[in-house]
């Protein structure tokens, strides 16, 4: 999608049309009485700053160190902090290390038979985006919506108009399960999708090369190269430089260059481990690249505080697991194997003995149900952070129901954004929300029948200016105009709470309850009663409907010494 710049319509009156929101949030006086009748002592009551906000997480917290909550999560509740190490605790400079990333990945394709033309590309970092499908049938980069539905389709760098878009994609759908296309998620990801963008590119407009028929790739006179086929080279070269090429060496002898360290990573590690908590390390590296760089990420001259000695890094985890091959860690996984840190080698068998207190125990593949069996670990006690939505995110919550927390580095340049884009996203909705009451006036078809397309033209610049405010040329990572990306979906529905950086946590106490906004369904929404405050039982108080809130906590709330959770939050 190419940048768009605003029409001249788009400060329109629109601005002026104030959409409500329609959760109300209980008055502080509410939150007075509800708080007599539950018994909270006086003592307690004069602590809660309690002005009737919903926004109750962090709210003193600045943006760039806030923790964002999709479902209610009681610290109280876990007893097992497991992390991943690439894009989690090693956070990989950006865009400096895609860059280098891409050179090699380029490189090899040349290697491979490519043109040497390709390395005079520079790499841009305004384009790729993560959470985009690559179509291998027809060589199109696809930002899809929660259900499928075609955002943007871009073919090289060139937008696809929207006469072959209704063409190769009927009803301007495309199904994320079917083979046919490939989910670029992971930050790793993101080089790559500037080359598969940049190699399509190349063909199509390489004079010995013409376009197949049926569009599906390129031919000359004596070679045919599908874009199927161009994804696979590119995949098996971004496979290559991993496994078996020099990323990984190159960057162990650059880690300064390439990986940030923060000094509060000791502390945090330390505060969670004398909070009576086991803390964890799942990675997919092997062993020799895990050693270098969680050596680097603690080789500070002090310890968890500034005049405690320093400590080795594997004194702060008491299991760690290399090579687990996530997602597979959260299926059947492999064959768990003792690892002697000393040398890096594995024991025979499997392994099947006991762990000990104050002892680091350190494992080689592997499954969670193994890492659980042994640890005594269940799996809401668990917190697991990581980047990787489906490796990291999705499949430990589906596969173990572990709570999640998913690291977005992305977010707080989404958050100066956002910002930018906020008045015409008010805009925006304001416009829908003039078509839908245009659309409902019955027997005037005729009559708004030019003002209808005169809203759905002003609706497509509108949502086009709102993707132009954001530093990706594709837009938000989170949403195209009023809709929300794929992407979205899955951080929403598989990551418990989410944040630009997995230090974050050490913002808030160890206890600490992790609040999500109440949500209302549709025909909820709908009714007065969800509007207006009502009496609560027993007279004299009133509360919000959307008070009456299920969290995954509730079950657990007889084990927590935590007032504020589960049933006491439906008194």
Not at 469 to 476: A, D, K, Q, T, V
Request: glycine share 6%.
């Amino acid at each position: 999608m190419a940048d768009a710049e605003a029409g001249p319509d788009t400060d329109l009156f629109f601005r002026s049309v104030s959409l409500r929101n329609e959760e109300c949030s209980p008055t502080s006086g509410d939150l007075s009485n509800i708080m007599q009748r539950c018994g909270i002592s006086k003592e307690t009551q004069s602590l809660l700053h309690l002005d009737g906000s919903d926004d109750t997480d962090g709210q003193l917290i600045d943006h760039k160190d806030k923790m964002f909550v999709n479902r209610s999560l009681n610290m109280n509740t876990i007893k097992f902090i497991g992390f991943d190490m690439d894009y989690t605790l090693a956070i990989y400079k950006s865009p400096i290390y895609e860059q280098f990333s891409f050179d090699l990945i380029m490189q090899r394709l040349v290697d491979i038979g490519y043109p040497k033309e390709l390395l005079k590309i520079k790499y841009d970092a305004s384009f790729p985006q993560r959470g985009l499908f690559f179509d291998k049938d027809y060589g199109n980069l696809l930002k899809l919506d929660m259900y499928g539905n075609l955002l943007v389709c871009i073919h090289g760098f060139e937008d696809v108009d929207p006469a072959t878009i209704r063409q190769l994609y009927p009803n301007k759908f495309a199904s994320p399960s079917e083979d046919r296309y490939y989910c670029l998620n992971t930050l790793f990801n993101l080089p790559e999708v500037f080359i598969l963008a940049c190699v399509v590119d190349f063909y199509d407009k390489h004079a010995d090369f013409k376009k197949l028929h049926n569009g599906t790739g390129v031919e000359s006179e004596d070679l045919l190269l599908p874009y199927s086929s161009i994804f696979q080279d590119v995949r098996m070269s971004v496979d290559y430089i991993h496994i078996e090429g020099n990323l990984k060496s190159k960057t162990i002898e650059n880690l300064d260059k390439y990986v940030e360290k923060d000094s509060r990573l000791p502390r945090m590690l330390n505060t969670i481990r004398e909070g009576g908590r086991k803390v964890f390390l799942i990675t997919n590296s092997g062993w020799l690249y895990t050693k270098s760089v969680m050596e680097f990420l603690f080789d500070f001259p002090h310890g968890p505080e500034p005049d405690s000695p320093h400590r080795p890094w594997t004194s702060y985890f008491d299991y760690v697991v290399v090579d687990a091959k996530k997602p597979l860690f959260f299926e059947t996984g492999t064959a768990l194997r003792q690892l002697d840190p000393a040398t890096g080698s594995l024991k025979m068998g499997r392994f099947k003995g006991t762990v000990r207190d104050g002892e680091t125990s350190f494992w080689a593949g592997g499954s969670s149900d193994s890492f659980c069996q042994i640890t005594g670990a269940r799996g809401k006690e668990i917190l697991f952070v990581g980047d990787h939505i489906f490796g990291d995110i999705l499949r430990s919550k589906k596969r173990q129901g572990w709570r999640t927390f998913l690291v977005v580095p992305e977010l707080n340049q989404e958050i100066q954004d956002w910002q930018l884009a906020q008045p015409v996203f008010n805009d925006l909705r304001s416009l829908e929300f003039i078509l839908s009451r245009m659309c409902h006036l019955p027997g005037t078809e005729s009559v708004c029948d030019k003002d209808i397309e005169r809203l759905r033209t002003q609706i497509k610049s509108t949502a086009k200016a709102m993707d132009a405010c954001h530093r990706s040329r594709l837009g938000s990572l989170f949403r195209s105009g009023s809709r929300q990306s794929y992407f979205a979906m899955q951080a929403m529905r598989y990551a418990d709470l989410y944040s630009a950086n997995f230090i974050n946590l050490i913002s808030y106490p160890s206890r600490y309850l992790f609040r999500a906004p109440h949500q209302l369904m549709p025909h909820e929404q709908s009714l007065p009663m969800a509007l207006e405050a009502h009496p609560a039982r027993g007279g004299g108080s009133a509360i919000s409907v959307s008070a009456y809130h299920h969290d995954e906590d509730d079950e657990e709330s007889d084990e927590s010494n935590c007032t504020t959770n589960g049933d006491s939050e439906q008194a």
